[in-house]
């Protein structure tokens, strides 16, 4: 069963303009970490923001915050007054514990596309 | 710099031929991992490694090899490579402080095997 979903393939939004892109994700662990990471067009995987399963606020990371509901199983990641240097595709991904041997389990990712 | 390294940044080779991909990370970190990353699946752990000597499979290890001699080196090694292993390879590294620390990863490693 896919443990991180992201329902949006695709996104467009012009710049200086806020975004929101979707994940929701699915596990029965109390203790589990939630993370999005940007791959622009060169490849590299980069670390955005984290989110712990028991943190009780909302994680923020300069123009990066996540919107954590979880009794929704939801962890949206929003970024602010966009640039064109966020056009990239990105991953939301979720961490378990030892039975998983600690993976990061990535959704399929959101292709987002900042306009002038 | 903190940093997760990766060589060869690029390779083409024919099948059949061995292949090592080295790994190698300056933050002192237990937690080490490959994935590979295919259009339409996503990235998927190939191995993983907590420590010195402790290995185990992720969710596509066939057709891998590892080995974690030292702490900061984690190469992946393909025996007999063939077409299906063209991808692209990530290296991660992190702490294992309860297991949810963010994996910082390397540049990648895109492999075509002909």
Known sequence: AQKITQTQPGMFVQEKEAVTLDCTYDTSDQSYGLFWYKQPSSGEMIFLIYQGSYDEQNATEGRYSLNFQ??????NLVISASQLGDSAMYFCAMREGHNSGYALNFGKGTSLLVTP | EAQVTQNPR???????????????QNMNHEYMSWYRQDP????????YSMNVEVTDKGD???????????????????ESPSPNQTSLYFCASSLLREGHQPQHFGDGT????L
């Open chain 2, 110 to 113: 895109r492999l075509s095997i």
């Open chain 2, 40 to 47: 339409g699946l996503g990235l998927r752990q190939i191995y």
């Open chain 1, 70 to 75: 979880k009794a929704r199983k939801s962890a």
């Open chain 2, 60 to 78: 596509v290890p066939e057709g891998y090899k590892v080995s974690r001699k030292e702490k900061r080196n984690f190469p992946l090694i393909l």
């Open chain 2, 10 to 24: 690029y390779l083409i080779t024919v099948t059949g031929k061995k292949l090592t991909v080295t790994c190698s």
